[in-house]
């Protein structure tokens, strides 16, 4: 049976999880934001003699990195929002009603993004995003995979996913490095010009973030291997068996495929939209030769 993917990831059912998904990504994005800025800020007051030696301002560092904590707890759960509105989408798009059912509140995803994408804060800019001309439409998110079977599309969906996903954080991580580098060095000229221990306490906070983002997308990037195995295991029993592939075995490994996914998804702390838009261009041309090649290949195998 062909799939239908292609359809049904433009309807505005579809639509209006992946933007409600995308909102609750911005909305955590945002004061992810505002907490390395604080940092930033606490890191550059090392810098200023006067300043850092006022009592307050000495303690703010200490201060500050138990209050960003507790914020990034609270955080977490805009994150599994989002998480679970994007999982939905996709789980109901290709078909996985065994996982479904593990999303929690999942009967009332849809009434709360028809409840939002229908308010008067959103509607309109809802109605812009689903046009496929809009600069940064919500349609067409997956390659075009007509004509393969669905439980075939949905392992190249997932693998289209997941490949995007590594390539971008392997962008991520490699600008994480050289900004940590440079805050190491800046750290050691604090300490060699004011020949105290007290101002290093400053770069704690900012340095504490860029370790925290570097460890995440160290995991995030294994995990993403763990799950590209398991798609190239996939791929060669297709490969040798051909069309006459067994199908549960095929949803099986889907399954399992997706619930890796989804943890991936509720771990890893969101990559920046700057990076998102500065490489853009680049990571979708990589991923649409890459799916084509896989596509081709499957209906090599298919035949």
Known sequence: MNNSINIDQNKKEYLRYRYVSRKLYSTEKKNRNYIMFISIILYLIGFLPKIREWTITAIAPIIWIPIGYVWKRKLKEIHISAVEYHEFSDRQMFDIDALKSLIENSDNLYQNAVNITEGKKDKQYFEDMIQKDHKISIKNWYSNFKGLPLEVATLLAQDENINWEKKQRQKYKKILNIILIIYFLSTALIYVFTNSIVNIIFTIPIIFELVELVIDNIDCIKSCNDIMDKLGKSYNYIKELGKTYDVNRIKKSIMEIQFKIYENRKEAIPVPDIIYTI?????????????????????????
Not at 291 to 299: G, L
């Open 279 to 303: 490489f853009r261009e680049e990571l979708q041309k990589e991923s649409n030769l890459y799916i084509k090649a896989i596509k081709k290949d499957m209906n090599t195998w298919l035949k």
